[in-house]
């Protein structure tokens, strides 16, 4: 089997063993194939270092939970399989996706009544880093209406409506997009949204409209660290329109500025100065681990 972009002998693991990427098969009744029942977390690695695992591994932990499926690891298992994976990837400077599934049961909408194994799965990727120009010149969004389900804090393997708002982006020749939902800001089609607004740090709370990416901890940290106030609350449509910068993060966006919204500058049309005073501290942790 050849897979587009990627080694055939590169090595994935698959239910306890490691194996060419090629010959992982799963039961086509696995629940995560059948009704997307599974969720799935990325570690972004640098030189072989893991970013944040710890955080990565608690919203993998509070995900199991909130879709009732049992964790098939312990702590030191996850940290464990993401060494080994490491370990195998191409590059020491990776992401690494870790994913689980209900498992393999009769088609039923209804939990499996008999106790069934979880289907695990992980693999590396290359990192695409954010490039200079996209550092220093920012990204281009355009809006949309977020019509995704109503429990986007749960990192699903559904991505549907995620899909659809990356290719909308696609479609219009710009980078991302960022949502609404009733009139207020929510994330971007895989990433976590930010404005600054007077020299303030701002973002949409912390609940069931938006994944908390590892980042949203993150980013208040470092505007404290930068002397930045931050405030977590609603924030319309109008309020991103006219912000002095937005900002997009995620494990491979980093932090990026966005420079043009649906066309139009953001502020002065360059990344702000809460963006670049976000950036250097984000470095500086990066160059450190």
Not at 52 to 74: K, T, V, W
């Given at each position: 089997?050849?897979?587009?972009?990627?080694?055939?002998?590169?090595?994935?693991?698959?239910?306890?063993?490691?194996?060419?990427?090629?010959?992982?098969?799963?039961?086509?009744?696995?629940?995560?194939?059948?009704?997307?029942?599974?969720?799935?977390?990325?570690?972004?690695?640098?030189?072989?270092?893991?970013?944040?695992?710890?955080?990565?591994?608690?919203?993998?932990?509070?995900?199991?939970?909130?879709?009732?499926?049992?964790?098939?690891?312990?702590?030191?298992?996850?940290?464990?399989?993401?060494?080994?994976?490491?370990?195998?990837a191409p590059s020491p400077t990776c992401l690494v996706y870790l994913q689980v599934t209900r498992g393999v049961a009769k088609r039923d909408h209804g939990f499996p009544k008999e106790p069934i194994a979880p289907t695990v799965f992980g693999m590396v990727?290359?990192?695409?880093?954010?490039?200079?120009?996209?550092?220093?010149?920012?990204?281009?969004?355009?809006?949309?209406?977020?019509?995704?389900?109503?429990?986007?804090?749960?990192?699903?393997?559904?991505?549907?409506?995620?899909?659809?708002?990356?290719?909308?982006?696609?479609?219009?020749?710009?980078?991302?997009?960022?949502?609404?939902?009733?009139?207020?800001?929510?994330?971007?089609?895989?990433?976590?949204?930010?404005?600054?607004?007077?020299?303030?740090?701002?973002?949409?709370?912390?609940?069931?409209?938006?994944?908390?990416?590892?980042?949203?901890?993150?980013?208040?940290?470092?505007?404290?660290?930068?002397?930045?106030?931050?405030?977590?609350?609603?924030?319309s449509r109008d309020e991103v329109l006219t912000a002095d910068e937005i900002m997009l993060t995620s494990a491979a966006k980093e932090v990026l500025p966005v420079v043009r919204i649906d066309g139009k500058p953001v502020g002065s049309g360059k990344p702000?100065?809460?963006?670049?005073?976000?950036?250097?501290?984000?470095?500086?942790?990066?160059?450190?681990?």
């Amino acid at each position: 089997m050849i897979i587009p972009g990627m080694a055939s002998d590169s090595q994935v693991y698959l239910n306890g063993e490691f194996m060419p990427i090629g010959q992982a098969k799963v039961s086509v009744l696995d629940r995560g194939f059948i009704f997307g029942d599974g969720i799935y977390e990325v570690v972004p690695v640098y030189e072989g270092k893991p970013f944040r695992i710890e955080h990565h591994l608690d919203r993998l932990a509070r995900s199991l939970a909130a879709i009732r499926i049992a964790d098939p690891r312990d702590r030191a298992g996850w940290t464990s399989l993401v060494g080994q994976l490491i370990e195998r990837a191409p590059s020491p400077t990776c992401l690494v996706y870790l994913q689980v599934t209900r498992g393999v049961a009769k088609r039923d909408h209804g939990f499996p009544k008999e106790p069934i194994a979880p289907t695990v799965f992980g693999m590396v990727s290359a990192m695409a880093l954010p490039t200079r120009a996209q550092r220093e010149h920012g990204l281009s969004v355009i809006t949309l209406p977020d019509e995704r389900w109503l429990h986007c804090d749960i990192k699903s393997i559904s991505l549907l409506g995620n899909v659809l708002a990356k290719q909308a982006a696609v479609d219009a020749g710009v980078d991302d997009v960022v949502m609404f939902r009733d009139g207020c800001l929510t994330e971007g089609s895989a990433c976590n949204a930010w404005v600054a607004i007077s020299g303030k740090l701002l973002a949409p709370p912390r609940d069931n409209l938006i994944l908390e990416g590892i980042r949203y901890g993150l980013m208040g940290e470092l505007a404290e660290q930068a002397g930045v106030p931050f405030e977590a609350r609603k924030l319309s449509r109008d309020e991103v329109l006219t912000a002095d910068e937005i900002m997009l993060t995620s494990a491979a966006k980093e932090v990026l500025p966005v420079v043009r919204i649906d066309g139009k500058p953001v502020g002065s049309g360059k990344p702000g100065p809460v963006y670049a005073k976000l950036r250097e501290r984000y470095d500086a942790l990066v160059a450190a681990l």
